[in-house]
């Protein structure tokens, strides 16, 4: 639509003026009518009137009077009453069309407010909104839609949406789908991922949504979309998942090949171990543990990787039985433990616990050392308990105890990896444990360790004790 300046108005108005004065002066003094030429002066009154509202009123007193005064000059005979009240219609013309002029251009400007509230609104977005007519042109984007594409506002407006940002390969598609929507009147449902090329030809991906844009009469016009740049993350998760790949390979190298290594090392040692005899045996038992202790590291980095891959999924197992078989690996212990079958929600790596808190008591304790297993059933809850006669856990140790990777002075520390597991494994299974002195207040007399698990008969919400905080301190951990 054409937009004409204000001198541009000022001069149509005057030569229509000119014209309506000639008009006037050629049919009275010339032709001698009275008549006829009057219906002219509509324009300019009308024109007036939506230009500049009630200023039409002037216009029309002028041409109003414009030809009373006329035909009492030059036919002064036929004045009538006709020309009295045409003259008044003029006025009357120009009021009605002023207020409805004025009337129009207010809710011209509320809606041009409304719009521009809802233009800062789309600006501040973080998002591109766009609207694509019916057509597939775009009939409106977002400030963050023409930085995304590298477009100014002016240079989208207009252009076909697909052969302008959407990429070739999936052009054709793309349209077919925002077809049917429109034919249809329903937008692909959920959320999607769709590419969109910039101006300097980088392909983005969006996490598309979109819907149905409708007229006064019901059908649909276009559609309008929203997408938020999701490019960094697919590559980020790319990486990801490439790095996931590559460590996972190392961890089955190191799971199957170096266990296998370990595996003959550790049938030489013991044939070495038979063969030798004092210091030479004292030295391959030497080997021996270091060779058992890397296949525990290797199992433990292996639990971990169970752990965090979901490979396994809770469900009712009978604590009993995975008590009383890992009691049965250690033969030469005495361990004490007078239990009935107690089913508990927990997986296939309910064992590693017992094997971790119970290797530990019988590694870290002093020769001769006692271990005691304890259940106690509760309201929806099992606690167990696993105590011994070591040397048991400094107060200062107690808190950081299943702190991941903590090492301390003590000769026979590990890694931390043994208690660390146990807690994933027990906050997993919807529980929590701790670490207590056998005889309360005097930490040299053993620890126990207990921990709760949910009876998966009689199931019950339990909150989840929080994990120790990481440190950097040196402590002295029982692993």
């Known amino acids: 639509m054409i937009t004409l300046t204000e001198q541009q108005r000022v001069a149509i108005l005057m030569t229509l003026l000119a014209i309506s004065a000639f008009l006037t002066y050629y049919f009275h003094a010339v032709l001698m009518l009275g008549t006829v030429f009057s219906h002219f002066f509509y324009i300019p009154i009308i024109l007036t009137a939506l230009w500049w ?21 030059y036919r002064p005979d036929i004045l009538t009453l006709n020309d009295y ?30 719009r521009d509230l809802a233009q800062r609104y789309l600006d501040v ?3 591109l909104f766009v609207v694509i007519n019916a057509d597939h042109t775009i009939q409106l984007v977002n400030r963050h839609g023409c930085e995304l594409l590298g477009y100014r506002e002016e240079e989208l407006l207009g252009r076909d949406w697909f052969l302008t940002v959407v990429p070739e390969a999936s052009r054709e598609a793309r349209r077919q789908v925002f077809d049917a929507a429109i034919v249809d009147g329903a937008a692909f449902p959920g ?27 019901g059908r649909p016009i276009g559609l309008i979309g929203s997408g938020a740049d999701i490019t960094d993350r697919i590559r980020a998760e790319e990486a990801l998942r490439v790095a996931h790949d590559e460590s996972n390979l190392y961890l089955d190298i190191m799971v199957h090949d170096i266990n296998n290594a370990n595996a003959v090392a550790l049938g030489y040692t013991d044939l070495l171990a038979g063969a030798l005899e004092g210091r030479e045996r ?51 212990t005495g361990i004490v433990y007078e239990g009935k079958p107690v089913p508990v929600t927990a997986d296939d790596l309910l064992p ?14 002093e020769p001769g050392v006692e271990v005691t297993v304890r259940v106690e059933e509760g309201d929806g809850v099992v606690e167990v308990s696993v105590e011994d006669t070591g040397p048991g856990v400094p107060d200062a ?6 702190t991941r990777f903590v090492r301390g002075t003590n000769a026979r520390s590990g890694k931390g990896l043994g208690l660390y597991i146990t807690r994933m494994l027990i906050t997993r299974y919807g529980g929590s444990i701790r670490v207590e002195d056998r005889v309360p207040g005097h930490p040299e007399y053993g620890a126990a360790f207990r921990f709760t698990l949910l009876r ?24």
């Open 397 to 402: 140790v107690k808190p950081l105890l299943f």
């Open 125 to 127: 977005a973080g998002v």
């Open 352 to 365: 590693e616990v017992f094997a971790n808190l119970i290797g530990n008591s019988i590694k870290f304790g």
């Open 53 to 73: 509202e009630k200023r039409s009123i002037l216009v029309a007193l002028f041409l109003g009077g414009l030809v009373v005064i006329s035909t009492l000059l």
């Open 191 to 217: 959320r999607r991922e769709n590419p969109v090329v910039t101006r300097n030809r980088e392909e983005l991906v969006l996490a598309w949504q979109d819907t149905v844009l409708t007229g006064d009469d």
């Open 85 to 114: 009240g045409r003259a008044l219609m003029f006025v009357i013309i120009a009021f009605v069309v002023a207020s409805l002029s004025e009337q129009l251009k207010g809710r011209e400007r509320e809606v041009k407010k409304q």
């Open 282 to 332: 004292d030295m391959v038992r030497k080997l021996r543990a270091g060779v058992t202790r890397s296949i525990e590291i290797i199992q433990s980095v292996s639990t971990i990787r169970r752990l965090h891959s979901q490979e396994t999924v809770t469900r009712p197992v009978d604590l009993d039985a995975v008590i009383r078989t890992e009691i049965a690996h250690h033969p030469d």
């Open 456 to 479: 998966s008969d009689r199931p019950r919400e339990l909150p989840v004790s929080p994990a120790p905080a990481a440190t950097d301190q040196a402590i002295i951990p029982r692993p």
